[in-house]
């Protein structure tokens, strides 16, 4: 089946994808610098803290399955476009919150926009591009997200207040809906003309389950993301109460997610060039963990790289197959 034709460029189509999937990480970072004022204002203890950090990414504990099933069914535009409005909805609603478990849901909203564009990002890539560029295209991706957190790392601590640097997250998220909203129609109607067979959701979980790789790269983003989320989360703030300036410790924070950027990059070349041994991307960012912080994001971005390239390319092989089953390793 030849390559659908796009109305709006495929460039413009693939920015957009892209600064929204800024939107969620920017304003889950911004959190970090702003630690301090935040335990001050609202009373918060470490573990508060800590909470109100991981809550973007509790929707996709329960919703990235569901997530992906639909943009299969239902196509990414309507999936990815209610998941930029709730992301839209608790970042303005997070500037008027007064109480803890507010700003927890809020939180908790602005993560469902990661959760569905990460559940679909290989799909909506392959849709655009050819499926031998995905894993570079999701570099470029990932480089943009990680991109979005060293910023809020490095800037946020420069806000006059809580509420100011709020604001500024909620203006991006709603430009990024209307972005996504307005533009976004070329890939639903490529998805509407597609020929895809239609599985039901047990026959997609037998599949995915079945995938020794997807088993490989969830437990390995399972352990990367938990060290994420402590280094992440706590950095800024601990080194605020050892006397280090606001600024001087987002600025460390964004070392981190430096070595994320760096890793946006290597990821894909390395993978063209190791096709027959994929699991060395993520092995070789993993060893860095132990070396350097900055070289200890690259294991992230690598993961993601692996499994958007991996995956779709399994699964497209399997539905050009002959019975629908996945083949063996």
């Known amino acids: 089946m030849g390559r659908k034709e796009h109305k709006i460029p495929v460039g413009i189509l693939f920015v957009v994808l892209c600064f929204c999937y800024m939107i969620p990480n920017y304003v889950q970072y911004q959190l970090s610098p702003l630690g301090p004022q935040l335990m001050e204002y609202y009373g918060l203890d470490l573990g508060n803290l800590s909470s109100l950090f991981s809550a973007p990414m509790i929707p996709a504990i329960f919703l990235s399955l569901a997530g992906g099933i639909l943009i299969d069914r239902l196509g990414p535009k309507n999936v990815i ?15 008027f919150c007064n109480q803890y478990g507010q700003l927890f849901v809020c939180m908790m909203l602005t993560g469902v926009t990661a959760c569905f564009i990460t559940a679909g990002a ?30 809020a ?17 909620a203006a991006i ?22 020929e895809e067979k239609k599985e039901s959701m047990a026959e997609c979980l037998k599949h995915a389950l079945k995938e020794r790789g997807v088993w490989l790269t969830a437990f390995s983003l399972f352990f990367i993301m938990a060290a994420n989320v402590v280094i992440s989360s706590f950095l800024p703030t601990a080194l605020a109460g050892r006397g280090v300036a606001a600024g001087t410790a987002g600025t460390m924070a964004a070392c981190y997610t430096m070595g ?6 290597a990821a894909p070349a390395t993978i063209k060039k190791s096709e027959e041994d994929l699991n060395s991307v993520c092995g070789s960012g993993s060893c860095g963990d132990c070396v350097c912080m900055e070289d200890s994001g690259c294991s992230y971005a690598g993961s993601m790289s692996v499994s958007d390239r991996y995956i ?8 050009d197959g002959n019975s629908g089953t996945t083949s063996e390793n």
């Open 260 to 265: 994320n950027l760096l890793g946006c990059f």
């Open 81 to 95: 476009g209610i998941g930029l409005v709730l992301t839209a909805a608790g970042c303005v609603a997070r500037i």
């Open 122 to 151: 290989g799909k909506i890539i392959s849709s655009i591009y050819q499926t031998e560029n995905i894993a570079a295209n999701m570099g470029i991706l990932m480089a943009f997200s990680t991109g979005a957190m060293t910023i």
């Open 312 to 319: 779709p390319r399994r699964y497209d092989s399997d539905s």
């Open 153 to 169: 790392n490095l800037t946020t601590a420069y806000f006059s207040s809580v509420r100011t640097a709020f604001m500024l997250g």
């Open 173 to 194: 998220a709603c430009i990024g809906a209307v972005l996504w909203i307005g533009l976004m129609k070329n890939l639903e109607s490529e998805h509407d003309a597609s």
